[in-house]
């Protein structure tokens, strides 16, 4: 049985983008899925100075071997200031310095949601452009905005968002 991992580039308890991933990868068929909260991952902030001090943490080899482990990756993307959450930055920093390829060419459906009406399209498009350049094969990406509006018990209740969705997820099924 294929195996994914689905995480949310947030560290909130409340994180919508990880209701998001967790939703989205419920509508995979015949995978085991393995939620990762970044939380179980936080580390030192990067710097060259600490890496040459005390090499890679832990937790940045486990994360690099999460990935390694999975056959494809959903991620959904905190936007924080028209960016990344300082997190999963700090997370990514670290595993590139793991392991440069980072996402080791493994199918990614990409995502974003935010309580606003452009569901994280900054972040969304930063990731589209950067992601590949450390080895992620992008399948599919998905926007969701104006979260609580369109998101409630688990999945998402606008039908043609949801569609646009089911549409992702096949591809990125089909790609497993």
């Not at 991620?75 to 390829?101: M, P, T």
């Not at 589209?128 to 990406?141: C, I, L, Q, T, Y």
Request: net charge negative; glycine share 8%; aromatic share 10%.
């Amino acid at each position: 049985m294929k195996k994914i991992i689905a995480l949310a580039g947030s560290n909130s308890s409340t994180s919508i983008n990880e209701q998001l991933a967790t939703y989205a990868s419920s509508l995979v068929d015949n995978v085991k899925v393995k939620v990762l909260d970044l939380n179980d991952f936080e580390m030192p902030i990067y710097s060259s100075d600490r890496e040459n001090e005390s090499g890679h943490p832990n937790e940045a080899v486990a994360f690099v071997d999460e990935i390694r482990g999975a056959d494809g990756i959903i991620i959904s993307l905190a936007e924080y200031n028209g960016a990344y959450s300082g997190a999963f930055k700090n997370i990514f920093d670290w595993a590139s310095r793991v392991e440069q390829k980072t996402f080791l060419g493994k199918p990614m459906l990409l995502m974003a949601s935010s309580p606003g009406g452009r569901g994280g399209a900054s972040v969304l498009e930063m990731a589209s452009e950067r992601f590949p350049r450390h080895d992620a094969n992008v399948v599919g990406k998905f926007s969701l905005p104006s979260f609580y509006d369109n998101f409630k018990d688990g999945k998402i209740i606008n039908e043609d968002l949801n569609n646009d969705l089911l549409e992702e997820v096949n591809q990125f099924q089909e790609s497993l």
